[in-house]
């Protein structure tokens, strides 16, 4: 079918079950939670979300945000290896899971002290309630919970930034100037500064 975006004859397909497999299952596993510190669980559930004293809460206000799990979620599974370098940053318990496993989703990062870091938020909320507006009819984020959302993001982008920084010092060597730099500014940024209206236009499927 055309694109909205792309026009005619763009289109593409993702196979959910029968034709694919996951990177985890045999006969060659690959877990994806290797890349990404966490990888999905469940999906048609709920979870609330408290911001806690981990980095990416800095600066947060910390009451509960309500139905921050939902659509799809992620989490470690222990029953596979973790990366090196793995922060579990929140942990949402859920109020059921759809799948055999463990009801919960994982707020995670990556440091492997290379330089690349990996930010999973491991849920489909987080995007939305960015943005101001979720699909899911029953609920509507709130503007306390878009600029919750709004601070923690501009952290994790910092702390990405942050080991950008330290990339690229490790290919110029110790004699870098100063200026290449980038301090990690956790807590200290001003969500509105980069967000969207906090009144975005009606959410269009």
């Known amino acids: 079918m055309p694109s909205r975006l792309t026009g005619a004859d763009r289109e593409y397909e993702i196979f959910r079950t029968g034709d694919t497999s996951r990177f985890r ?4 596993p690959d877990p994806e939670q290797g890349l990404f510190g966490a990888m999905f669980g469940c999906q048609h559930m709920d979870g609330t979300g408290t911001p806690d004293d981990s980095w990416v809460w800095q600066g947060v206000d910390r009451r509960a945000i ?52 990996v930010f999973n938020a491991s849920t489909h909320s987080w995007v939305c309630m960015l943005y101001g ?24 982008f910092s702390w990405l930034d942050a080991g950008t920084a330290l990339s690229f010092l490790g290919l110029v060597g110790a004699r870098a100037p ?28």
């Open 178 to 205: 100063l200026a290449v730099f980038r301090s990690q500014r956790i807590g200290q940024l001003r969500p509105l500064s980069g967000m969207p209206p906090l009144e975005p236009p009606p959410y269009q499927d």
């Open 133 to 156: 507006h979720c699909p899911w009819a029953s609920w509507t984020p709130t503007t306390a919970a878009q600029v919750q959302i709004g601070q923690a993001t501009m952290n994790a």
């Open 25 to 28: 299952d045999q006969p060659d």
């Open 66 to 117: 309500p139905h921050l799990a939902q659509g799809e979620v992620d989490y470690v599974h222990s029953e596979f290896p973790a990366p090196a370098g793995l922060q579990v940053l929140t942990t949402i318990p859920l109020d059921a899971c759809n799948s055999a496993g463990e009801p919960r989703a994982d707020i995670v990062a990556v440091d492997k002290g290379t330089g690349g870091r």
